[in-house]
């Protein structure tokens, strides 16, 4: 059958007329679904791209993360040892502290001493000063607190043993006497 293709002159748009129809419907349902299968890839694509970005993005946190972490472990990779030194560090504060008859001997000793100390202080080591400071839970231990009215309440009147920082962190914090206000 022909079709044939005529003007409606009240709406001035084609007419068929016949099988047309048919074939109009069939079409218009393969254009839907090719719409529909077009819509559903550009979704999925959408989709992988996002989750391709969020992969790179995770990759990446990670990858900085893990750069951090090994810049951190060098860095403060010598931390323990100077913590199993720091008791050293104690016993010769403490003999320098006594006196003694052979004044060479003394002499060496704080040599020695001072030798050591600047050598854990080029690794990072900082004494923390409790001098005329006062409390901080932070960088101190109380380990005596004492009631007195001669002093700021929370002032640090003795220092038991010296605290350290190494690199800005707290290695051991100062153990220290305390003044409280009765």
């Known amino acids: 059958m022909k079709e044939v293709t005529t003007l409606n002159p009240q709406e001035n748009t084609p007419e068929t007329t016949g099988d047309d129809n048919a ?20 979704m999925d694509k959408a989709d992988l791209q996002d989750r391709l970005l969020r992969a790179r993005a995770e990759f990446d946190n990670f990858r ?15 931390m323990d040892p100077v913590r199993e030194i720091l008791p050293i560090v104690d016993d010769f504060e403490r003999a320098l502290k006594v006196e003694t008859a052979d004044r060479d001997y003394a ?21 923390i000063e409790t001098a005329g400071k006062s409390f901080d839970p932070n960088l101190h231990q109380a380990v005596e607190r004492v009631q ?21 962190k707290l290695l051991r914090p100062a153990m220290v006497k305390v003044a409280v206000r009765p």
């Open 23 to 42: 074939m109009d419907t069939q079409t218009v349902d393969q254009n839907a679904a090719i719409a529909a299968e077009r819509d559903q890839l550009a």
């Open 64 to 78: 900085r993360r893990s750069e951090q972490q090994r810049c951190d472990y060098l860095q403060f990779a010598a």
């Open 107 to 127: 002499k060496g000793v704080e040599l020695i001493y001072q030798r050591m100390l600047d050598t854990l202080r080029k690794m990072g080591l900082e004494p």
């Open 148 to 168: 007195t009215d001669e002093a700021e309440d929370q002032a640090i009147l003795d220092e038991f043993q010296r605290g350290y920082n190494f690199k800005g």
